[in-house]
């Protein structure tokens, strides 16, 4: 048995741990914060097609060291998951990797609303976390930008009584503005191009439907203020929505473009400042209701090329949890908003069942974020070099403990 003794719940008591073992050991916690294993409910883990990025092995043990143990995977892989087919073929990998990495991470899988497919959806209805809806252009090719499919979906997705989780970017707006831009090469632009109201128009028309259908509707990466109000009042209206933001529409601003280039583009993209503070201020009212890492990898000579041909998206499953306890240490954040936003939220909106695992913290640990040190295949983070305090040391799922410290020795026994 190892046993971990005067770990610090959030409340302030203080806790003993127990995971089964062969060995007899006790750990003194009393420097470690207690937390339940972390959800993450918008990963790219780009297992099937896009292995160069990232793969199941290689990102479950990045889930781990940054304190998730339950993700839920996004469906614009090669080829997306549209089928029921390609959705069993899908989870067969993620189980192969899985196994291969020696770590069971739970996981869920969306389901990608594609208008040639619409029949597939009754089938799948109880394997799937929800469907996935592009209404702008993003990774792959999925995008649904004509009004008919648009509202077949919501229709569809009432009727099955499933989670319609919706990019909201207007496709016709954005290309208008694409064209608009034209002339400009340099990755600001890449703001300009789907500025907020290309997100706006997408969200009142989201939200219009979920009203005329009832459907469940989960606003992902919201990213502008203007959102946000409109989110709030759909709430106060009864409609049944739910919003999502991410550490870098949280964290980052579109200054980053100068020192970033291509490692800062990511859609919805990186907004002014002051639409930081409305995405922090609507954590603090509860408009906001959950924090996905939006992981999406790609490698660094992807991420080098010009605007244009640089693909967006960010790797960021280490560095939330460390990015939102910094935020707490800095007394922008309670520990109980923070729980809500990674563990009790997603847990409601999803309905994921309860579990034992738990992850305990260092919150006294202050360090740069190091990309030599990161797990994620790609290995590079928009946040390099930037000192955040609160970093996992130990994650227990299941019946699996995992010291982060000994990361090399157990991707070691993994292989």
């Known amino acids: 048995?190892?046993?971990?003794?005067?770990?610090?719940?959030?409340?302030?008591?203080?806790?003993?741990?127990?995971?089964?073992?062969?060995?007899?050991?006790?750990?003194?916690?009393?420097?470690?914060?207690?937390?339940?294993?972390?959800?993450?409910?918008?990963?790219?883990?780009?297992?099937?097609?896009?292995?160069?990025?990232?793969?199941w092995f290689s990102a479950a043990q990045a889930a781990i060291c940054g304190g998730y143990t339950t993700v839920f995977d996004m469906p614009n892989t090669q080829p997306p998951t549209i089928t029921a087919q390609l959705l069993q073929q899908k989870k067969q990998l993620i189980e192969e990797q899985l196994a291969a990495a020696g770590i069971l991470l739970r996981y869920q899988l969306y389901f990608g609303a594609d208008k040639n497919h619409f029949s597939e959806i009754p089938a799948i209805r109880q394997k799937v976390a929800g469907i996935k809806v592009f209404m702008g252009c993003s990774t792959g090719n999925l995008v649904i930008d004509d009004d008919e499919?648009?509202?077949?979906?919501?229709?569809?997705?009432?009727?099955?009584?499933?989670?319609?989780?919706?990019?909201?970017?207007d496709e016709t707006l954005m290309q208008q503005r694409k064209r608009h831009f034209a002339h400009r090469k340099d990755f600001a632009v890449h703001s300009e191009i789907r500025n907020t109201a290309v997100a706006v128009k997408a969200v009142e028309k989201a939200l219009a439907l979920a009203k005329k259908y009832g459907t469940r509707l989960y606003i992902l990466h919201v990213s502008a203020a203007e959102e946000i109000?409109?989110?709030?009042?759909?709430?106060?209206?009864?409609?049944?929505?739910?919003?999502?933001?991410?550490?870098?529409?949280?964290f980052l601003d579109d200054s980053a473009y100068q020192p970033l280039r291509g490692k800062a583009q990511v859609n919805p993209p990186l907004r002014a400042t002051a639409h930081c503070a409305a995405v922090l201020a609507a954590i603090k009212d509860g408009v906001i209701d959950t924090i996905g890492s939006d992981h999406a990898p790609h490698t660094c000579d992807e991420k080098s090329l010009p605007y244009g041909e640089c693909p967006s998206g960010m790797p960021g499953i280490e560095t939330t949890l460390p990015l939102l306890l910094t935020a707490w240490d800095a007394g922008l954040l309670t520990l109980d908003e923070i729980i809500a936003l990674t563990c009790n939220n997603p847990r409601k909106i999803f309905a994921v069942p309860e579990n034992n695992d738990w992850v305990l913290v260092d919150i006294k640990n202050r360090k740069p974020v190091e990309e030599s040190r990161l797990a994620t295949r790609c290995k590079w983070s928009a946040f390099a070099g930037r000192q955040l305090t609160g970093w996992p040391v130990y994650v227990k799922l299941r019946e699996q403990l995992f010291c982060i410290a000994a990361r090399r020795s157990w991707i070691n026994t993994a292989n």
Request: hydrophobic letters at 45%.
């Open 149 to 169: 499919s648009l509202a077949a979906i919501f229709e569809i997705a009432a009727r099955e009584n499933m989670l319609l989780a919706v990019h909201a970017e």
């Open 229 to 250: 109000a409109l989110i709030r009042a759909a709430k106060a209206e009864g409609v049944c929505v739910f919003a999502e933001t991410t550490p870098h529409h949280l």
């Open 1 to 55: 048995m190892i046993t971990f003794s005067g770990a610090l719940s959030p409340d302030g008591s203080r806790r003993t741990l127990s995971v089964a073992s062969e060995k007899e050991e006790e750990i003194d916690a009393f420097g470690l914060l207690l937390l339940p294993g972390l959800i993450d409910p918008h990963v790219h883990f780009r297992t099937p097609g896009m292995e160069h990025k990232e793969n």
